[in-house]
């Protein structure tokens, strides 16, 4: 059980595309999504939080008009890298936790989305 | 302020060896505790958690974990480790009024043959 699907796993595309990507719940709803960015050998970067049917939740730096997020459904989020450039390059990895508010469940990870901007 | 520490990059073991991957963490409030373990290209794949009660946590592919409060730590354990598990892992925490994960910065484990 808790498996979470991330779909694409490759993006190749030129510099000032926009990609989507896909975060989905398969067998559990998941009010509470997240997104993370990770660097060749570094730990994992929280990007935002997603929560079902509001606003996402963006940390320090991350740029919101950038990385849009939407989570309409209990069991999907996207977040779509808007006009990419090179620097966006990088390994996304989405999240999703079982229950609401402070669940002690754990988070169930997506394969993660390898974006090449060109 | 709430962190976590992975003091090794890397680790290297044996196989057939015991492994332990070391975590300590900081939080104000009750901890909760979490092993992942990520191979390349891929995402996290969750190994056990700490919330409450029995100190040593069993979880998967014969890992285990043992919380000690007064020394704020949650080492990872596995008794005979094999090549396959070999991969990055991760150690993270929260605390049970904060939704948000605090990650380590992660361990390279190699076991050698």
């Known amino acids: 059980g808790a498996v979470v699907s991330q779909h694409p796993s490759r993006v190749i595309c030129k510099s000032g595309t926009s990609v989507k990507i896909e975060c989905r719940s398969l067998?559990?709803?998941?009010?509470?999504m997240f997104w993370y960015r990770q660097f060749p050998k570094q730990s994992l970067m929280l990007m935002a939080t997603?929560?079902?049917?509001?606003?996402?939740?963006?940390e320090q730096g991350v740029e919101k008009d950038k990385f849009l997020i939407n989570h309409a459904s209990l069991t999907l989020s996207t977040l779509t890298v808007t006009s990419a450039h090179p620097e966006d390059s990088s390994f996304y990895i989405c999240?999703?936790?079982?229950?609401?508010?402070?669940?002690?469940?754990?988070?169930?990870f997506g394969d993660g989305t390898r974006l090449s901007i060109l | 302020a709430q962190s976590v520490a992975q003091p090794e990059d890397q680790v290297n073991v044996a196989e057939g060896n015991p492994l332990t991957v070391k975590c300590t963490y900081s939080v104000s409030g009750n901890p909760y505790l979490f092993w992942y373990v990520q191979y390349p290209n891929r995402g996290l794949q969750f190994l056990l958690k700490?919330?409450?009660?029995d100190n040593l946590v069993k979880g998967s592919y014969g890992f285990e974990a043992e919380f000690n409060k007064s020394q704020t730590s949650f080492h990872l354990k596995k008794p005979s480790a094999l090549v396959s598990d070999s991969a990055l892992y991760f150690c993270a925490v929260r605390s049970d009024s904060n939704y948000q994960l605090i990650w380590g910065a992660g361990t390279k484990l190699i076991i050698k043959p």
């Open positions: 700490y919330i409450t009660g």
């Open positions: 999240s999703a936790r079982p229950g609401t508010g402070y669940s002690n469940q754990p988070q169930h």
């Open positions: 997603s929560n079902e049917g509001s606003k996402a939740t963006y």
């Open positions: 067998d559990f709803q998941a009010t509470t």
